[in-house]
């Protein structure tokens, strides 16, 4: 099966412009991560999706970032204005819901630049 | 909430050699699951080995195996003969059995010398 698709693989943008990250999961993954990695550190959920339907976005700073899961398949995760903080990995990850099939499958994510 | 601790920021181990690379967590949960990824510099995570908590045997695959402790909420990688192509960052991951909410620890890098 395909795997997770990411784009752009790449970005730079100054300090204030905005920018969309897309992610188009696995085919019948009803669950959908978005994570942010800084540089020598680990993942850090932003977001979790099922479906269409928001599960937890407790770490999401949503007065810059906000997400979308259109239909419950491909996602978009937006950083309006960017900070110079926000330079990261951006990483989209899907999984099977329920107690089987438990694992996570990641796409190859977004290096971003805030200059 | 859960977390998860990886103390290891890096390691380092001669091929051919064992290394164990460790990983604690908290949580209030009685049913979850754990697993190690691998992150290589190209970024891809990649699964290295999963637990699901409610089972006592500890898992394996292949050179790789955990020694998963659920009273000590204690869950170690061991790599057995290791490669060079083991080298990467590894991270220790969280699963929560009823909300799928899934968190990483800050992660280990192994280098691995010839």
């Known amino acids: 099966e395909a795997g997770v698709a990411q784009s752009p693989r790449y970005k730079i943008i100054e300090k204030r412009q905005s920018v969309a990250f897309w992610c188009n999961p696995i085919?019948?993954?009803?669950?959908l991560y978005w994570y942010q990695q800084i540089l020598g550190q680990g993942p850090k959920l932003l977001i979790q999706?099922?479906?269409?339907?928001?599960?937890?976005d407790s770490q999401l700073p949503k007065d810059r970032f906000s997400a979308e899961r259109l239909k419950g398949v491909d996602s978009t995760l937006k950083i309006q204005p960017a900070k110079l903080e926000d330079s990261a990995v951006y990483l989209c990850?899907?999984?099977?819901?329920?107690?089987?099939?438990?694992?996570?499958?990641f796409g190859q994510g977004t290096r971003l630049t805030v200059v | 909430a859960q977390t998860v601790t990886q103390s290891q920021p890096e390691m380092s181990v001669q091929e051919a050699e064992t290394v164990t690379l460790s990983c604690t967590y908290d949580?209030?949960?009685?049913?979850?699951?754990l697993f190690w990824y691998k992150q290589p510099p190209s970024r891809q995570m990649i699964l290295v080995i999963r637990?699901?908590?409610?089972?006592?045997q500890n898992a394996t695959e292949n050179r790789f195996s955990v020694n998963f402790q659920k009273a000590a909420k204690s869950f170690s990688l061991k790599i057995s003969d290791s490669q060079l192509g083991d080298a990467a960052m590894y991270f220790c991951?969280?699963?929560?059995?009823?909300?799928?909410?899934?968190?990483f620890g800050t992660g280990t890098r192994l280098q691995v010398f010839p």
């Open positions: 990850a899907s999984s099977r819901t329920g107690r089987v099939n438990t694992e996570a499958f």
């Open positions: 085919s019948g993954h009803a669950t």
């Open positions: 999706f099922q479906n269409n339907g928001v599960v937890d």
């Open positions: 949580t209030s949960e009685s049913d979850y699951y």
């Open positions: 637990q699901e908590a409610y089972k006592q």
């Open positions: 991951a969280y699963r929560s059995y009823n909300t799928d909410k899934l968190i």
